[in-house]
């Protein structure tokens, strides 16, 4: 048999890129959104007018609203206000499992608040896909181990691209697509391969748990105090016991932490003599994730525990983890995630155009036309359902019950509808009529977001409205070349 | 179905040429894909896990950190034995190969109990 490396890995590179490149597509996409997700939950809450928020005040406000009505919950979860996210992020349980809401800084509650799970759902779908734990999560893990893999063999495949960088030849069919493929591939690639590494990294402990399994047996409670040693677990009595106050709590963390300040805490067994506080601090000088951990006794309000993450190989793994979810960015620092995520969900989609269209030049097979339709409904038709997310959010009447989950569902029936659609009729005439879809549903979004006082309304009204240009240029494109198929 | 001039298809006897034939694989590709396959996936993830066990266990760490550090390196291991796969020309070598690393692995792994 004649082998040779090169056509090995390109053959490799096809057919990992077009079996994941769809769920890779969505990932990209919704991870590109996550990296504002407390911008996105500002957004979606027109109500918060207030554009800064105090932490420790706000800290308060929640915890005497979650003690009046959440006291059953076995713990309450919160992330505190900061100067991109003006609210109480708070997680606590009911009869009925968790329940998720930011809550107003000033008042506790969230009553104010419109029920919307925000940026939430990006950054929840980028590694739970919508599907129920751990399926969702294994499934992405599995996707970003795919991704370093088609990174990999497309160095290979397109070994020349360092070379060819500077050129591109629009308007040439297949030969522009290759072009614009490995223009996005060689721009952003140190990106793409760390993005999709630390990926793995974050789930890693989902994907690889056998090493844990041998070393700690089946002691998870010690495997969790060796790898949180500031983690304090302590049974429930049932004696009930007041909370210390929050507040001069949150202000030692505080003086311990310096100027990152915190990032949120937690409270095991309110209401219970066992309560623990964990205060966890800011990354904002740090690229590693949960470097300084302080955790209280929730009735005393003594320090029970405290640990700053020096471990070599924790601390690698903490930076590894921080790299991917970017905490520690600073604004244009993001806005460089944004863009190379774009550049990623690109990359994936001119991918995926590729592997058809030299596939579909003679009599194509079934199979082919029918992943070629696809594409068609993933790449114009994701924008166009996470863009409808936007819309449900300000459309849907503000007291209508159990809306979050209509925001939700909107998606992902906006998704089934244009799939659908796409599969039935032409790639040729859906490219067109999908990439018109998205950018109209873009600028609905840019126009929705009227009016535009806040400073994350303008700056989403105008994101939207340059993907909604650039949505209708490749509409055009697409209008024109199905008039004249060979250019 | 047809091949563009850089998109090299590999999987053809020297006899074949897949400009000109109508289908793209033969009955022993696909039997030495599905073979690769097997060997790359549920194989190279095999070899991925056990080599974190491996490291977990061997390196002279502490334990948190022999853990994350296994779960690293299993993670770094599984695209190259993916890639290795595919590129080695001699099927019974490959299973050679991987079958050898793997029982090294797994004896560095799980022996002594």
């Not at chain 1, 959104?33 to 007018?49: N, Y």
């Not at chain 1, 992020?89 to 509650?109: E, I």
């Not at chain 1, 929050?246 to 990032?263: M, N, Y």
């Not at chain 1, 690698?316 to 995630?337: C, E, Q, S």
Request: glycine share 6%.
């Amino acid at each position: 048999m004649k082998r040779n490396f090169r056509p090995a890995m390109t053959w490799l590179h096809d057919w990992s890129g077009i079996i994941t490149g769809w769920l890779i597509f969505a990932i990209a996409l919704s991870g590109t959104l996550s990296v504002f997700r407390p911008e996105i939950t500002v957004w979606m809450h027109p109500e918060l007018t207030r554009e800064t928020a105090d932490p420790i005040p706000a800290a308060e406000a929640a915890i005497t609203w979650l003690s009046t009505h959440a006291p059953h919950s076995p713990d309450w979860y919160l992330d505190v206000p900061t100067p991109r996210a003006p609210f109480t992020l708070a997680l606590w349980s009911d009869k009925n499992g968790y329940v998720f809401r930011p809550l107003d800084p000033l008042t506790g509650s969230p009553d104010a608040l419109r029920d919307t799970h925000g940026g939430e759902f990006f950054y929840r779908f980028h590694f739970e896909l919508q599907l129920p734990y751990p399926w969702g999560r294994l499934l992405a893990a599995i996707a970003a181990m795919a991704l370093v893999l088609t990174l990999l063999t497309g160095i290979v495949a397109h070994r020349r691209f360092f070379a060819d960088f500077f050129t591109f030849r629009p308007g040439k069919g297949q030969r522009s697509w290759l072009d614009a493929h490995n223009l996005l591939g060689v721009i952003a690639l140190p990106f793409h391969l760390m993005i999709a590494f630390t990926g793995a990294v974050t789930l890693s402990t989902l994907l690889l748990p056998w090493g844990a399994q041998t070393l700690y047996k089946s002691d998870l409670t010690t495997a969790q105090h060796e790898l949180h040693p500031a983690a304090i677990e302590r049974p429930v009595t049932g004696k009930a016991t007041p909370l210390a106050p929050i507040g001069p709590i949150l202000r030692t963390a505080e003086q311990h932490f310096g100027k990152t300040g915190i990032l949120s805490f937690y409270i095991e067994n309110p209401g219970d003599q066992a309560a623990v506080i964990t205060v966890t601090a800011g990354n904002t000088d740090s690229i590693g994730i949960t470097s300084h951990v302080i955790s209280f006794d929730g009735t005393t309000g003594t320090i029970l525990a405290e640990h700053t993450e020096h471990r070599p190989v924790i601390t690698t793994f903490n930076v590894l983890y921080g790299l991917h979810v970017a905490r520690f960015a600073p604004g244009i620092t993001r806005w460089l995630y944004f863009l190379s995520g774009l550049m990623l969900t690109a990359l994936t989609g001119t991918g995926l155009r590729l592997w058809t269209i030299s596939r579909t030049r003679n009599t194509p097979r079934l199979s082919t036309t029918l992943v070629d339709r696809l594409n068609v409904g993933f790449i114009a038709g994701t924008p166009t359902a996470f863009a409808s997310y936007f819309l449900a959010n300000r459309l849907l009447p503000v007291s209508l019950a159990d809306r979050a989950t209509l925001e939700i569902r909107t998606v992902f029936l906006t998704w089934a509808a244009l799939l659908l659609f796409a599969a039935l009729r032409p790639a040729t005439k859906t490219w067109p009529e999908l990439l018109s879809l998205a950018a109209i549903t873009c600028a609905a979004v840019a126009l929705i977001s009227a009016p535009w006082h806040r400073s994350v309304d303008a700056t989403t009204a105008l994101t939207a409205f340059i993907f909604a240009a650039a949505f209708a240029a490749a509409a055009r494109r697409a209008a024109l070349k199905k008039r004249h198929p060979t250019t | 179905m047809t091949t563009e001039p850089f998109q090299t298809h590999l999987f053809t006897q020297t006899t074949r040429d897949a400009r000109t034939s109508p289908m793209a694989t033969t009955r022993t590709d696909r039997l030495d894909i599905a073979a690769r396959a097997l060997a790359g996936i549920p194989g190279g993830y095999t070899l991925a896990a056990l080599l974190s066990v491996a490291a977990a266990r061997w390196l002279p760490l502490p334990r948190a950190d022999a853990v994350a550090a296994g779960m690293m390196l299993g993670l770094v291991a599984w695209p190259p034995v993916m890639m290795t796969a595919f590129a080695l020309h001699s099927l019974p070598r490959l299973c050679a190969c991987l079958t050898l690393t793997t029982a090294i692995l797994a004896t560095l792994a799980y022996w002594p109990a």
